[in-house]
């Protein structure tokens, strides 16, 4: 049996433990590098992050007015208190009854993710022929987007008086 000349044996051993070694700077390197992908993947999606947040910040700012005016123009979501006191108001104006009957709030249909919805108002007025007019002129000419979706105008006599009837189904926008 032949035995290895202890240089041939130190180099043979130098050439395996310089090849682990490689190997395991190898092997760390790849791990630093995976880390160091997964900490600029974070740094990317932070960046996006505060870039979202400050176009949204910008957008809101920038949109504070245009909102501002809708606002005005739309039923705010604690005001449906007022506007039935508003349409009851406008019988004094036109010197007829109005009688509300039912509110209602529903979403508007097709558009269930909007930030308005309806207020449904069934009302009822009587009068004289003229001031019924006059109080569905005022209810038209509420300041908010509104529409009448019924309308049925209907008369009886009492005596010799003819009162006028019309019951009216109001749909206006508000905010949610």
Do not use: C
């Not at 097709?110 to 309806?118: N, P, Q």
């Not at 979706?149 to 008086?161: A, C, F, I, N, Y």
């Amino acid at each position: 049996m032949r035995y290895l000349s202890p240089s041939v044996f130190i180099g043979f051993s130098v050439a395996i433990a310089v090849g682990v070694l490689y190997a395991v700077a190898v092997y760390d390197m790849e791990r630093r590098m995976t880390l160091i992908d997964n900490y600029q993947g974070e740094i990317v999606a932070k960046e996006k992050e505060t870039s979202s947040f400050a176009r949204l910040a910008t957008l809101v700012t920038e949109t504070e007015d245009d909102r501002e005016r809708v606002s005005a123009h739309v039923v705010s979501s604690d005001g449906v208190v007022l506007l039935l006191k508003e349409i009851e108001s406008l019988a004094a104006a036109s010197q007829a009854e109005i009688a509300i009957i039912s509110v209602a709030e529903r979403d508007i249909p097709g558009e269930e993710k909007s930030r308005f919805e309806e207020v449904v108002i069934a009302m009822s007025i009587s009068g004289e022929y003229g001031a019924v007019r006059r109080a569905i002129a005022l209810i038209e000419a509420l300041p908010y987007p509104s529409k009448i979706t019924q309308l049925r105008l209907e008369s009886r006599r009492e005596g010799k008086v003819v009162v006028w009837t019309a019951p009216i189904m109001l749909s206006v926008l508000k905010d949610k």
